[in-house]
């Protein structure tokens, strides 16, 4: 076997490998104890879409002044939260308080290889769709201009 031959085709497995392989990234969203109903919806689509993209997401309540004195309005919002975003993802560890902060942390159901191979077919889908309807849109108008010069 040639050696040319040889190594070419190794680096194509090892270029194969590192298409497949992804790095999970843990993502953060802040918010505050009195956050209103139409923020929070914009947080918890965030926090959805990363984890449909098989990122890992750490959520923040951070407590100012007197609302330290109030913890279990922060774990209310939080279980909220994770009631929201249970299909998307699970609860990796439950809410604790980190001074000012209290922090939980989801992992989403689907690893990071996974969901990047699924959105590429996705993508290649769609472009193969839009191509199909283009070349549908050529030929029907190719076809009504030869049927008004008969």
């Known amino acids: 076997m040639d050696y040319g031959k040889y190594k070419y085709e ?3 497995k ?6 497949n392989q992804a790095n999970t ?8 104890l009195k956050i209103d109903n139409h923020d929070y919806e914009t947080k918890r689509r965030n926090v959805e879409k990363f984890l ?7 959520v923040i309540i951070r407590f100012r002044g007197r609302e330290q004195s109030r913890p279990e309005m922060g774990v ?6 994770a009631e929201d975003v249970s299909e998307y993802g699970f609860v990796e560890s ?7 902060n ?17 959105a590429r ?16 849109e050529s030929s029907s108008g190719a076809e009504a201009s030869s049927g008004a010069e008969s």
């Open 102 to 118: 209290m922090v939980m942390v989801f992992g989403p159901h689907k690893k990071k290889a996974q969901a990047m191979a699924e």
């Open 25 to 32: 990234v843990q993502k953060e969203i802040r918010m505050g």
């Open 121 to 136: 077919k996705r993508k290649t889908d769609a472009e193969k769709a839009a191509a199909r309807k283009q070349d549908d």
């Open 14 to 19: 090892a270029r194969e490998s590192r298409k």
């Open 76 to 81: 209310r919002l939080l279980g909220r939260m």
């Open 10 to 12: 190794a680096n194509l």
């Open 94 to 100: 439950h809410p604790r308080q980190d001074g000012r």
């Open 52 to 58: 449909s993209g098989g990122d890992k997401v750490k």
